[in-house]
T-cell receptor, first 115, second 111 residues
Framework: GAVVSQHPSRVICKSGTSVKIECRSLDFQATTMFWYRQFPKQSLMLMATSNEGSKATYEQGVEKDKFLINHASLTLSTLTVTSAHPEDSSFYIC???????????FGSGTRLTVV | LAKTTQPISMDSYEGQEVNITCSHNNIATNDYITWYQQFPSQGPRFIIQGYKTKVTNEVASLFIPADRKSSTLSLPRVSLSDTAVYYCLVGEDVDTDKLIFGTGTRLQVFP
């Protein structure tokens, strides 16, 4: 079945630094990937839609200059949290759509802690 | 996108059947109903999808009445490892294919 690999699984960074999270579709090509954020005991909140070869589409209220998304190939999308602050600490999850079969496969998530 | 309503939480005991109902009154004709399972600190995992009547796979069954305004996920003989959050999603944004998650149902299975 479709596999989405997300890396790193856990990262701790200092306030003010930037962190990059990678999302790879291992056995299929994903023209579209999605990035979610999840706070403890809450549901997943869609942050942005990442489109291969074009600019990402951000949801209302999500700062595009803070959460940089790059989808340079059909198998890789990256989310960079720039100038991270403690309030950016959260669980970030990516998802990819395999349009050949129904399926939204999710990565295993990245736990970001900003200290 | 059709809005979904689920119970916030449910408790059960090992070996029991658990039924989680989701309301989606505004479901569109072309919408499918999909359920995901999420364990703590993991990404959601697809469980089952259906359009109408009943769908069954090795993990669960999905019951959808004729009016499709609700659906019920049935987990037979739950075990402790079924403790998770279950999300009901309806339809897709036909323009962008994005999935919007509702609150989900937190299922706690006790020994």
């Amino acid at each position: 079945g479709a596999v989405v690999s997300q890396h790193p699984s856990r990262v701790i960074c200092k306030s003010g630094t930037s962190v990059k999270i990678e999302c790879r579709s291992l056995d299929f090509q994903a023209t579209t990937m999605f990035w979610y954020r999840q706070f403890p005991k809450q549901s997943l909140m869609l942050m942005a839609t990442s489109n291969e070869g074009s600019k990402a589409t951000y949801e209302q209220g999500v700062e595009k200059d803070k959460f940089l998304i790059n989808h340079a190939s059909l198998t890789l999308s990256t989310l960079t949290v720039t100038s991270a602050h403690p309030e950016d600490s959260s669980f970030y999850i990516c998802s990819a759509s395999d349009r050949g079969n129904y399926g939204y496969t999710f990565g295993s998530g990245t736990r970001l802690t900003v200290v | 996108l059709a809005k979904t309503t689920q119970p916030i939480s449910m408790d059960s005991y090992e070996g029991q059947e658990v039924n989680i109902t989701c309301s989606h009154n505004n479901i569109a004709t072309n919408d499918y109903i999909t359920w995901y399972q999420q364990f703590p600190s993991q990404g959601p995992r697809f469980i089952i999808q259906g359009y109408k009547t009943k769908v069954t796979n090795e993990v669960a069954s999905l019951f959808i009445p004729a009016d499709r305004k609700s659906s019920t996920l049935s987990l037979p003989r739950v075990s402790l490892s079924d403790t998770a959050v279950y999300y009901c999603l309806v339809g897709e944004d036909v323009d962008t294919d994005k999935l919007i998650f509702g609150t989900g149902t937190r299922l706690q299975v006790f020994p």
